[in-house]
Nanobody, 118 residues
Framework: QVQLVESGGGVVAAGGSLSLSCAAS????????MGWYRQSPGKQRELVAQ??????????NYADSVKGRFTISRDSTKNTVYLQMSSLKPEDSAVYYC?????????WGQGTQVTVSS
């Protein structure tokens, strides 16, 4: 069984920074992608950022709304993905979920709340 454990999040004033991390554990053979989604009340869950492994290279993609403010990174030795968020805006407030494709299956973390006060 595979588990994703998230940490980070919290409350920050607009313009501030926060970091999230997500560690995968369990029976892991291959991780194809690791990333972050978010969902705020009344809205659909949306992609924030994702790193996808293709061959020996990793490719990152971001939602337009976070480009230039958020940075995703991955430590393959720790099966961990990070999301560094800066210049946060109130509209970034949401529950952030880690998502990973491991051994061909999709796994989700439990979610962590990020609240940006104006």
């Amino acid at each position: 069984q595979v588990q994703l454990v998230e940490s980070g999040g919290g409350v920050v004033a607009a313009g501030g920074s926060l970091s999230l991390s997500c560690a995968a554990s369990g029976s892991i053979s291959i991780i194809t992608a690791m990333g972050w989604y978010r969902q705020s009340p009344g809205k659909q869950r949306e992609l924030v950022a994702q790193i996808t492994k293709r061959g020996t290279a990793n490719y990152a993609n971001y939602a337009d709304s976070v480009k230039g403010r958020f940075t995703i990174s991955r430590d393959s030795t720790k099966n961990t993905v990070y999301l560094q968020m800066s210049s946060l805006k109130p509209e970034d407030s949401a529950v952030y979920y880690c998502r990973s494709i491991i051994n061909g299956e999709t796994y989700w973390g439990q979610g962590t709340q990020v609240t940006v006060s104006s």
